[in-house]
T-cell receptor
Framework: GENVEQHPSTLSVQEGDSAVIKCTYS??????FPWYKQELGKGSQLIIDIRSNVGEKKDQRIAVTLNKTAKHFSLHITETQPEDSAVYFCAASTDDKLIFGTGTRLQVFP | DTGVSQDPRHKITKRGQNVTFRCDPI?????LYWYRQTLGQGPEFLTYFQNEAQLEKSRLLSDRFSAERPKGSFSTLEIQRTEQGDSAMYLCASSPGTRKYFGAGTRLSVL
């Protein structure tokens, strides 16, 4: 079955710097890759997603890149702000159920 | 539209008791999913409904677990004879197609 690995597990950056989180997946049939931001008491917010027919997608300060050949995808956050501090999860999907990575705790220091 | 709603937010129970959680999806979303998340891990798929039909169940869903979506709207997840290993966050998500929107979850603590 599908397996998703996510790195790093923790990431600390200075406000204004960029943050990059990387994920690899095992099932080459995976065709949908969302990213979720999880904050205590707020649940998981879908922040960006990409489908396998697209290599890159950007939404303001957030971007996701996908390399199907290498089976990895990455989340890029530019100009980080303290409110970006949260746990971020990547996921991959083949047959409508999401397989999640183990999460990255991002801390943005003012 | 207030998003996916889960009730209760927290549940503390004693081992051996039965518990039931409720999920109200975003209106008109025909797909509803249950996931379980333990500390330090990502959510793990449990089961999935399209309208009222339960289409898939994970092997994580033992026979003590049952889920229903009787009218294709809200869903319930029941755990019978709870065990300490059932302690986790139970997440519900709904979807009109591919994108899935999660609720805040029900945190279960089994003492």
């Amino acid at each position: 079955g599908e397996n998703v690995e996510q790195h790093p597990s923790t990431l600390s950056v200075q406000e204004g710097d960029s943050a990059v989180i990387k994920c690899t997946y095992s099932d080459s049939a995976s065709n949908y890759f969302p990213w979720y931001k999880q904050e205590l008491g707020k649940g998981s917010q879908l922040i960006i997603d990409i489908r396998s027919n697209v290599g890159e997608k950007k939404d303001q300060r957030i971007a996701v890149t996908l390399n199907k050949t290498a089976k990895h995808f990455s989340l890029h956050i530019t100009e980080t702000q303290p409110e970006d501090s949260a746990v971020y999860f990547c996921a991959a999907s083949t047959d409508d159920k999401l397989i999640f990575g183990t999460g990255t705790r991002l801390q943005v220091f003012p | 539209d207030t998003g996916v709603s889960q009730d209760p937010r927290h549940k503390i129970t004693k081992r051996g008791q039965n518990v039931t959680f409720r999920c109200d999806p975003i209106s008109e979303h025909n797909r509803l999913y249950w996931y379980r998340q333990t500390l330090g891990q990502g959510p793990e798929f449990l089961t999935y409904f399209q309208n009222e039909a339960q289409l898939e169940k994970s092997r994580l869903l033992s026979d003590r677990f049952s889920a229903e979506r009787p009218k294709g709207s809200f869903s319930t997840l029941e755990i019978q004879r709870t065990e300490q290993g059932d302690s986790a966050m139970y997440l519900c998500a709904s979807s009109p197609g591919t994108r899935k929107y999660f609720g805040a979850g029900t945190r279960l603590s089994v003492l």
